[in-house]
């Protein structure tokens, strides 16, 4: 499958069409800042569907290995994406009313007979991902910032002095 594909996402969801591929995590952009690096490839599946109401959907799986940065370390952090998110789909312009004031309710997009699915599986990880992606406590690489040697001794000294036990009453 081509990763420049665009579909009409309305009538993909109301044909129940399919369509899965694969992305290369160095073409989503987007990604760029909370990327350690751009290695690696995220495969997605794409289905037309239609829920208990009739209502055209779009059902959108994304799994695949990202190399985020660690946010205190700076350094890499593996993380999977697994992804099934259920889009219903309205039509361009058809007020929204109670379905996008619904919290139970799926996430709702417009209708775009021209959606390039690589933007929607974007929009999809990018929610997906933790806000400050992090090594788990104790797990940082221990590669931090060189530190001046008269600067840092006086914020060591600091640091000792609130680690120091108050003393005993
Ligand atoms: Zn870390």
Same mark, same amino acid.
């Given at each position: 499958?081509?990763?420049a594909?665009?579909? $009409?996402?309305?009538e ?11 992305l290369s995590?160095?073409?989503?952009? *987007?990604? $760029?800042d909370?990327?350690? /690096? ?5 495969d997605?599946?794409?289905?037309g569907r239609?829920?208990?109401?009739? *209502?055209?959907?779009?059902?959108? *799986?994304?799994?695949?290995?990202l190399?985020l ?12 994406? /697994? ?6 789909v ?12 619904? +919290?139970?309710? =799926?996430?709702?997009?417009?209708? /775009? =007979? ?8 974007? $929009? ?5 991902? +933790?806000?400050? +992606?992090r090594? =788990?406590?104790?797990?940082c ?23 120091? +036990?108050?003393d005993?009453?």
């Amino acid at each position: 499958m081509s990763a420049a594909a665009v579909i $009409d996402s309305l009538e993909f969801a109301r044909a129940g069409d399919e369509l899965r591929g694969t992305l290369s995590v160095a073409s989503l952009k *987007r990604l $760029d800042d909370v990327l350690f /690096d751009t290695q690696g490839r995220l495969d997605y599946e794409l289905y037309g569907r239609r829920d208990a109401r009739n *209502r055209p959907q779009l059902e959108v *799986r994304v799994s695949g290995p990202l190399h985020l940065q660690c946010q205190r370390c700076l350094g890499l952090l593996d993380y999977a994406v /697994d992804i099934e998110a259920t889009l219903l789909v309205v039509p361009r312009g058809a007020p929204l009313g109670d379905e996008i004031d619904d +919290p139970e309710g =799926p996430d709702v997009i417009e209708g /775009d =007979p021209e959606l390039e699915v690589a933007a929607l599986i974007e $929009d999809e990880v990018l929610l997906s991902l +933790p806000l400050a +992606p992090r090594h =788990p406590e104790g797990f940082c690489a221990s590669r931090l910032p060189q530190i001046q040697p008269a600067e840092g001794s006086k914020v060591f000294a600091e640091l000792a002095a609130l680690k120091r +036990p108050r003393d005993p009453r």
